[in-house]
């Protein structure tokens, strides 16, 4: 059995470790070089291979993310809750609106499907599945919203993927992040494009809108369920 080190992070301080057993590979959060298990929830991941080159400064841009037909209908129930969005607050971003697409609709059935997993899955490089637990949100920047300089906080064991999708976007508002290199890139996001986010990785912001509106929807997907050790209910802050 081999068992190199493939992979390690910062869980609340402590290491954290991955290994890599043959064709799958084994996460078991432990304190580093004393085999104490410190999460006892394992998942046997299907290696799903090297993550693209982007992905390795922890941040992708992917456009055309969904098919015709599930663009158009995601975009569709977006514009029937748009309405319902409201100011959110938050340590980072300014003047922003969110609303919760409902638990029951077909826009959480499309993001938490096997199908939109495993595309993610394959551009981040390793198995993930829909976070369900952090709901599926749609985000709205209209002129004066800003979010500043972040890097996405640590929700589980293991980082997770953040997905920002644009649904529509007639602002003059830029993503941008910081590459691997310490430069700063960026882009309007076209609609239907994606940015996937790894948490502890890129720092990112989006620049202040001055006119139009854009709409993204937000999911996270994750690598493993099981939580951080420190991690508190009460503590969950605003991390995108
Ligand atoms: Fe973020």
Redesign the pocket.
């Known amino acids: 059995m081999n068992s190199d080190l493939v992979r390690s992070w910062s869980v609340g301080g402590t290491t954290a470790n991955a290994r890599n057993f043959d064709s799958t590979t084994l996460w078991r959060v432990e304190k580093p070089d004393s085999g104490v298990e410190l999460d006892t929830t394992w998942r046997m991941l299907q290696a799903v291979g090297a993550a693209p080159r982007g992905m390795q400064e922890g941040i992708l841009r992917q456009p055309n993310f969904l098919s015709d037909d599930d663009f158009a209908n995601l975009t569709q129930i977006a514009r029937r809750i748009r309405p319902s969005a409201v100011p959110i607050e938050g340590p980072y971003g300014q003047g922003r609106l969110w609303t919760r697409f409902p638990s029951f609709s077909p826009a959480v059935e499309l993001l938490a499907s096997e199908k939109t997993a495993s595309r993610v899955s394959e551009l981040v490089g390793e198995q993930v599945v829909s976070a369900h637990d952090e709901g599926l949100e749609l985000r709205v920047y209209t002129p004066g919203s800003s979010?500043d300089w972040?890097?996405?906080e640590l929700l589980y064991a293991a980082p997770q993927y953040?997905l920002v999708l644009t649904l529509w976007n007639s602002s003059d508002s830029r993503t941008e992040w910081r590459d691997a290199d310490g430069r700063i890139q960026g882009e309007w996001t076209a609609p239907r494009s994606a940015l996937l986010?790894r948490a502890e990785s890129a720092a990112?912001r989006v620049t202040r809108i001055t006119h139009g509106e854009r709409v993204i929807v937000k999911a996270v997907y994750t690598p493993t369920l099981a939580r951080p050790l420190t991690w508190d209910d009460e503590d969950l802050g605003e991390?995108?």
């Open positions: 979010m972040h890097t996405d953040e986010v990112h991390y995108i």
